[in-house]
């Protein structure tokens, strides 16, 4: 297949209470799109978060406008996976980036997995913070050795071909990812990672950018104690499944 860059590119943005942080991510993303000449849209699949953040969301789409900005909403919490499902039944674009909107993920690497999708004609691009310049900004020791850790053990079980696993800021050509996501039964953390083994065991190529993390500037992280043990069943059942 003759390499082909993106024409359109959607990007799913998943959010819970996340209505300090979104005007800023959507004008990142924004003004780096509309720098680099690329055509956009943005799908913003909120869960019923009660701090408002749909009532931002639309007048985001009143300033730039209901072709850039699309808000579709959920009545609740319903998990990242299903988030994914939900926003790529309205995606026009040939390529989809994920990422998360606490401003974790800046949206100037993105033209860099454009160019990087185009260099290799890859189906996925990961953002790394585990090779070359990546890193991560604001954590403390434990969330970096919890990360590391998990990282190390889904290396040593699965040899994914991939060295940031339990990333989320990834650009999927489109029928790719509707592939894996129906092939993929994790939720909450391991769903990541269960998205690049999947893709590994379906032969699907995999490029990465090293990226900058940073944590979040408002609000609460979401990983807790919970997240971790999940984590690790979720390691356990891929290892047992592929």
Request: charged share 25%; hydrophobic share 40%.
């Amino acid at each position: 297949m003759a390499a082909r860059g993106p024409g359109r590119v959607s990007v799913l943005l998943p959010t819970y209470n996340e209505r300090d942080n979104l005007p800023l991510v959507v004008w990142l993303l924004a003004r780096t799109f509309s720098d680099s000449g690329i055509d956009f849209e943005i799908i913003i699949v909120d869960d019923g978060s009660p701090d408002g953040t749909q009532e931002v969301a639309q007048q985001l789409e009143k300033i730039y406008g209901s072709d850039k900005i699309l808000l579709r909403p959920r009545a609740k919490k319903l998990g990242l996976g299903t988030a994914y499902i939900h926003g790529m039944k309205y995606a026009t674009g040939d390529f989809i980036v994920i990422m998360d909107a606490d401003l974790s993920h800046h949206p100037k690497f993105i033209p860099e997995f454009i160019r990087k999708q185009k260099e290799g004609n890859f189906d996925i691009v990961s953002g790394t913070r585990y090779k070359g310049n990546g890193g991560v900004y604001g954590w403390d020791l434990k969330r970096k050795l919890i990360s590391r850790g998990a990282n190390f053990l889904t290396q040593v079980l699965l040899r994914p071909g991939a060295s940031d696993l339990t990333g989320s800021f990834r650009l999927y050509r489109k029928e790719v990812l509707e592939k894996l996501m129906e092939k993929c039964v994790s939720k909450g953390y391991v769903f990541q990672m269960e998205m690049i083994v999947r893709a590994r065991q379906l032969g699907f190529t995999v490029g990465e950018v090293p990226i900058s993390f940073v944590d979040r500037v408002y609000g609460e992280s979401k990983l807790g104690g919970n997240e971790i043990v999940s984590f690790l069943k979720g390691l356990l059942t891929l290892f047992a499944t592929t």
